[in-house]
């Protein structure tokens, strides 16, 4: 199981957390998005290349300057699925599932757009292109991830986060998180809604206070990310 999956998390604004905070964590997130969506280019030209040139040994001027546009278009079908978010990358399935939703849309737009405008679009040209596409995307996000979680285990490319809740929700979190830190998360310390944190003393996170301080532990911390844990004191009101 995911170590995300039992706990909601908000990513704070900038007004909360300051321009310096948003800067230390966009920086690696950016570069990151950046070199997916390299790889997405890369994908689609090699798609694009191999298609025309499989499908047309003698040339054909519409498919060169659909495999001229097809990487810009594939980037796009990708941003568009929300294959670029920074809530999906990197952990779990749904960057993935978000691939293949941007390769069965775009596929489908392209037969729609050939039936409506009666255009003659080979469909070999079209089997070969966007499979070839999605498939390299795939391989080489599975790639870029792997680089990902070897930084990670060095605690690099983390979001640093406080920790909100009850004491024992909140070290079941933290220890999960140590479990697996390619998970991209590391608690820089704790606001209780119940207990008093000696539990944590052995994790090494520090308590930063109660419910009424994650404001301040935010900004004292530099985290970018709050993990609210479940707790009986946190009410929907409360959480808001």
């Known amino acids: 199981m995911s170590v995300r999956e039992p706990f909601i998390s908000e990513r704070l604004g900038a007004a909360e957390t300051g321009d310096r905070i948003r800067l230390a964590h966009g920086q690696w997130v950016r570069r990151y998005v950046l070199l997916l969506i390299g790889v997405d280019v890369g994908a689609a030209v090699v798609a694009a290349v191999t298609a ?4 047309f040994t003698e040339g054909a001027a519409g498919y060169l ?5 097809l990487p810009l278009i594939w980037v796009a079908s990708a941003a568009l699925a929300r294959a670029y ?3 999906v990358i990197g952990l779990g399935s749904d960057e993935f599932q978000r691939v293949a939703r941007a390769f069965v ?3 489908a737009v392209v037969g729609f757009f050939s039936y409506a405008t009666k255009a003659e679009v ?3 040209y079209v089997v070969l292109a966007l499979p070839i596409a999605a498939s390299l995307s795939l391989i080489g996000r599975c790639l870029a991830r792997k680089w990902l979680h070897a930084r990670r285990r060095k605690g690099r ?3 640093d986060v406080v920790a909100v809740g009850g004491e024992l929700s909140v070290v079941d979190l933290v220890t999960r998180l140590h479990r697996e830190p390619y998970s991209g998360m590391r608690v820089m310390g704790a606001c ?3 207990g008093d944190g000696a539990q944590l003393v052995g994790l090494g996170v520090p308590l930063l206070g109660g419910l009424g301080h994650v404001a301040a532990a935010v900004r004292s911390t530099g985290a970018d990310t709050v993990a609210v844990t479940s707790s009986a004191e ?3 009101a409360r959480l808001r």
């Open 122 to 124: 080979a469909r070999g």
């Open 157 to 159: 490319c983390v979001h």
């Open 234 to 236: 946190l009410d929907p």
């Open 65 to 69: 300057a659909f495999s001229l546009a």
């Open 85 to 87: 978010d920074d809530g």
């Open 52 to 55: 025309y040139v499989v499908r």
């Open 105 to 107: 849309g775009l596929t």
């Open 192 to 194: 209780l809604a119940s």
